[in-house]
């Protein structure tokens, strides 16, 4: 069952920014659907769902109420990667900053008597627009980021825009030019392990030619291609000992059997209708997010002959995949304006979140301290 009218839809009142890749959707174009059993999941499960749009410039947060599901809309220049780290800290990347985010609610506090969590953005670094895809927390609290412009993970910088900490060795220079569109970011105890990226190429925007089948996965410590032949792969994550990765440009999500050798080999477990990007896991739940495969850079990939032998239509939004069984259990739909997302993260223990860009009017107000009683946002 389809419950449209009890998904509550929440916006800051700073007006929605204008990202670079599309004019921001209006709010009445975009319809939200989520299947009848989603809000019950997160209940049993005791946690919200964070997820991005760089197309309208949006970092979305799926909770629920007592009236069904709430989302709450925050306006942020083209944000992007999302990680959430065992300290409650939820870190982003965005057109040109990275953005530490905190919840200084206590356990009995609420906002506007409904929010159980406010993400405040309590750290902002500048970095100028790198392109900044996937991003982690080190185990030293550092961020990492993958610096796609640049071909590099990356980190921040007190007197630059980044400082690199390790580049693919088929790039042969540090310079802004797009070449193998570096983007996946895997990260296990505190250390990056994994990348993804579309090409090898060592040209300027050499990877627009490679997106069928040219995409690779790297192991970063070895720096070495331990895996060819994908079509636009995102998203790698390890769970449970595997390698999972999004291969985007043909709509699986799988795994990549024999990736610590050195030799590994990509095994689609599940076909999802969209272009798959943005991957989290809860036990054994997948969260994938799904764009709609709109615009040119998406266009003539194997997904289009998937979709056509599938008779399905390709749409926006995030499937909850049963891993052990290779099926589609929950879903939240987006129609209309907005077709694409980037990332998707889990929020345990949160039932209803909500964040603060840090150029809302609100957060100028937004004062709190140990011990502090938090008055209302309204």
Known sequence: MVSKSKIKVQKETAPQPVTSESSSPSTNSVKYSQSGGLVALLARLNISVAFTSYQSGLLYMLGRNNQGAHLHQTGIPKPMGLSFDANGTLS???????????????????????FDACFVPRDVHVTGQLDAHDVGVASNGDLIFVNTQFNCLATTDPKHSFRMLWKPDFVSALVKEDRCHLNGLAMENGEPVYVTAVSKSDTIDGWRDRRSDGGIVIDVKKNKVICN???????????????????????????????????????????????????????????????KPRYERFEGLPLDEKLKAADSEPWCGIQIIDIKRGTCVEWFRIDGAVAELYDVEILPGIACPMALSPTSPEIMNFLTWEGSSLPPIS
């Open 229 to 291: 032949g994908l079509s636009m792969p995102h998203s790698p994550r390890v769970h449970n000992g595997e390698l999972w990765v999004l291969n985007s440009g043909t709509g699986e999500l799988g795994v990549i059997e024999g990736a610590a050798s050195g030799k590994g080999k990509f095994v689609p477990r599940v076909f999802c209708p969209g272009f798959a990007r943005g991957l989290a896991f809860h036990g054994d739940l997948a969260f994938v997010g799904l764009s």
């Open 92 to 114: 982003l990347s965005s057109g040109y900053q990275l953005m530490t985010f905190h919840n200084p609610l206590a356990a009995h506090e609420r906002v506007n008597t409904l």
